[in-house]
């Protein structure tokens, strides 16, 4: 397992993180029982993954927690806060206090059974919601820092409805955060364009999430996406085969799937700490692990991705 510095916390971590969330939800999503859930933690540990994100709106803490007993202090951990009450929309304005916060990092430590969080992040705030967020929850966030609660304090985009990264886009300029989650795939990497190099100058870790996320886990379902950003304009028709639009990722031996492919690309994207990989499979974790420690892709496959979805920033990957 390769490892990296996450930016200016300086934490070593694999490059690998095992994400407790997404469609998956460690495999409880789609019926996988907690024990199952608890080993693939295990699996992944034992296979070089020091770092896990997880969040009090996936369930998944405890499991997280049972996974981890007896190895926390070889695990880096990050966790989330909602910027709104529960049971609101998350797309909405119904703000938490910063005492129900205070309350939510209190939770996630005993279902984490641990006295520390690593990195607490504030879960997918929409560009609306950005300023509130800076304002009213961070003050809070760094007293629950002050008193040795967190460690470092980040933000995760919402990637869904905002692909062109406009919330992120705020945070990085701001410079009082340590971490971003961005959204990144090969098609829609606007990422690159709109913060990763803002993120690099100042230093911050940065996590890349979306890197196969539902439409990019299947050949037909990709294949659909790419048919339409075509139709949409955002890719030039020329630009690829309408037969087999990402053939050329297979072929010569580039790389045997197009997940694999998907993850190598953001791996060895400039600026990207990190790449977090959702999953409720072990077969789908060892290959996913074995992609994202993967080399890159060649330049001209680079090349090719780059003058199809290099000015796309509509699409996100999740399956509509
Ligand atoms: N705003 C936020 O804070 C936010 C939003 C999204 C995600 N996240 C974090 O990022 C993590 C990763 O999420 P994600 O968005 O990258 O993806 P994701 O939602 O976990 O989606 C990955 C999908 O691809 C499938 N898959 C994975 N590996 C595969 C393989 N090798 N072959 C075929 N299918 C495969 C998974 O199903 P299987 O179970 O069948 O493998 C899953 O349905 C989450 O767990 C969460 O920690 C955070």
Redesign the pocket.
Known sequence: MDTTILGRTGLKVSVA???????????L??GGSKAEAIDLVRAALDRGVNFI???PA?GTEDVVGAGIEGRRDSVIL?T?ARCTVQGSSYEGSEFVAPGDMRRSVEASLKALRTDHIDIL?L??VRPHQYEFCRGELLPELQRLRDEGKLRFLGV?????VDPEHRMAQSAVADGVWDVL?L?CNFVNPSVARFVLPQATEKNLGV????????A???KETLNGLVAKLVAQGEVPADALDPEDPLGFLLENGVAG?L??AAYRFCRHMPGISVV??????L???E??IA?INGTSLPAGVLDRLSAAFGKVTSAT?DLE
Not at 17 to 27: D, P
Not at 208 to 213: E, I, K, N, Q
């Open positions: 993180v095992l994400g407790a969330g997404g469609n998956s939800r460690l495999g999503r789609r994100d997880t969040a996936y990050a989330k992040q879960h997918g995760t985009e919402a990637f869904g989650m959204g996590m890349a999430m979306y890197a196969v996320r539902g990019l886990a299947r799937s997940t694999e977090m990989t959702g999953t409720g499979s077969a789908h974790l290959e996913n992609a990957g």
